[in-house]
């Protein structure tokens, strides 16, 4: 079985046991190994419709589907909650590797706010597949029109500034903070409206209910070219080719920040299944609908899969987990 330690951080993931499904690495009917996978593939993506793991899992699924990599094709489901914990802990109870998890940096950050029973430790990292930077936006006629006119409305008043994004705890939150603190005033106040999808925190911006937002460059892109919405900065440490945005350091703001997202397979798959699965997935990448994915998505290919992903993801725990201290939001 293979296992992994990530210390005191908890998560745990796990599959949809199917009865009779042939599991990767398993004797086929002809005899040796048979390929992955041998059976339709489930995507859970832990957050409601609408968010960055949703479109990735059903991107994945729609490119898989297209080139003909699983033959019984392929099913998202969305379990939505307290930044993925409520479907990693659905998830951490299932036992077969053709259901694997959509999810990334938000939920390391969201196993620790939530205090989840599901543990990292039993999970089995297969591939990052994607980065992705932050922006942030205000609606079109807000009187605040660059991030110096943000930081001044902070530091004049931090709670009257309410900030929309994903699950508490999750990568918009943290970049709300590392902006607090940046520009001088106690991250700990930050007045962070927590929504389970990319979907509802734009609903909200839109709405004009709160005075910004925060969110993944592509989720708030189609509504910023519309001109319903006006970007104030990304974090990226560059400008982004092909985005109208000026960096947070390029306004003078210390903070660059980067979202990735994962692949994960279940507690107690083989090292033999997970290099099965790892094989499919590097297939996915190399090809084609999935390099022009990327392209139309705006998203960064940081494929990393095997031992250099499960030390990723180590690293990323801890450097989570201190920022989340530093910023407040957990002790």
Same mark, same amino acid.
């Given at each position: 079985?293979?296992?992994?330690?990530?210390?005191?951080?908890?998560?745990?993931?796990?599959?949809?046991?199917?009865?009779?499904?042939?599991?990767?690495?398993?004797?086929?009917?002809?005899?040796?190994?048979?390929?992955?996978?041998?059976?339709?593939?489930?995507?859970?993506?832990?957050?409601?419709?609408?968010?960055?793991?949703?479109? !990735?899992?059903? #991107? *994945?699924?729609?490119?898989? =589907?297209?080139?003909?990599?699983?033959?019984?094709?392929? +099913? %998202? /489901?969305? @379990?939505?909650?307290?930044?993925?914990?409520?479907?990693?802990?659905?998830?951490?109870?299932?036992?077969?590797?053709?259901?694997?998890?959509? !999810?990334?940096? #938000? *939920?390391?950050?969201?196993? =620790?706010?939530?205090?989840?029973?599901?543990?990292?430790? +039993? %999970? /089995?990292? @297969?591939?990052?597949?994607?980065?992705?930077?932050?922006?942030?936006?205000?609606?079109?006629?807000?009187?605040?029109?660059?991030?110096?006119?943000?930081?001044?409305?902070?530091?004049?008043?931090?709670?009257?500034?309410?900030?929309?994004?994903?699950?508490?705890?999750?990568?918009?939150?943290?970049?709300?903070?590392?902006?607090?603190?940046?520009?001088?005033?106690?991250?700990?106040?930050?007045?962070?409206?927590?929504?389970?999808?990319?979907?509802?925190?734009?609903?909200?911006?839109?709405?004009?209910?709160?005075?910004?937002?925060?969110?993944?460059?592509?989720?708030?892109?189609?509504?910023?070219?519309?001109?319903?919405?006006?970007?104030?900065?990304?974090?990226?440490?560059?400008?982004?080719?092909?985005?109208?945005?000026?960096?947070?350091?390029?306004?003078?703001?210390?903070?660059?920040?980067?979202?990735?997202?994962?692949?994960?397979?279940?507690?107690?798959?083989?090292?033999?299944?997970?290099?099965?699965?790892?094989?499919?997935?590097?297939?996915?990448?190399?090809?084609?609908?999935?390099?022009?994915?990327?392209?139309?998505?705006?998203?960064?290919?940081?494929?990393?899969?095997?031992?250099?992903?499960?030390?990723?993801?180590?690293?990323?725990?801890?450097?989570?987990?201190?920022?989340?201290?530093?910023?407040?939001?957990?002790?």
């Amino acid at each position: 079985m293979r296992t992994r330690t990530l210390g005191a951080l908890g998560l745990a993931a796990a599959l949809l046991t199917a009865c009779g499904q042939q599991q990767p690495g398993s004797p086929a009917a002809g005899g040796g190994a048979a390929a992955f996978p041998t059976a339709s593939l489930q995507l859970i993506a832990p957050a409601a419709p609408g968010g960055g793991w949703d479109s !990735t899992a059903r #991107t *994945l699924q729609s490119v898989i =589907e297209d080139e003909g990599l699983a033959p019984e094709g392929v +099913e %998202v /489901v969305n @379990i939505a909650g307290a930044g993925g914990t409520i479907g990693l802990s659905q998830f951490a109870g299932e036992t077969d590797p053709h259901t694997l998890m959509v !999810t990334g940096a #938000t *939920l390391v950050g969201a196993v =620790e706010t939530n205090d989840s029973p599901a543990s990292l430790d +039993e %999970v /089995v990292p @297969i591939a990052r597949i994607t980065e992705e930077h932050h922006v942030i936006v205000v609606p079109a006629d807000s009187p605040l029109q660059d991030m110096t006119d943000l930081a001044d409305a902070m530091k004049a008043d931090l709670g009257a500034v309410s900030i929309a994004g994903g699950s508490a705890g999750g990568t918009d939150q943290i970049t709300a903070g590392l902006i607090a603190q940046a520009v001088g005033v106690d991250p700990k106040g930050v007045n962070y409206v927590a929504f389970s999808g990319g979907g509802e925190s734009l609903a909200a911006i839109l709405g004009g209910q709160v005075t910004a937002a925060i969110s993944n460059v592509q989720e708030y892109a189609g509504q910023i070219e519309a001109g319903e919405l006006r970007a104030l900065g990304v974090t990226s440490p560059e400008p982004i080719e092909g985005f109208d945005a000026p960096t947070l350091t390029e306004q003078g703001i210390d903070v660059t920040f980067a979202n990735w997202r994962c692949i994960l397979a279940p507690p107690g798959t083989t090292d033999e299944q997970a290099e099965q699965i790892t094989a499919f997935l590097d297939e996915v990448h190399s090809g084609a609908g999935w390099q022009q994915a990327l392209e139309e998505n705006g998203w960064t290919d940081a494929y990393q899969s095997g031992a250099e992903f499960d030390s990723f993801l180590d690293e990323q725990v801890i450097e989570i987990r201190d920022t989340l201290t530093q910023i407040g939001l957990v002790q």
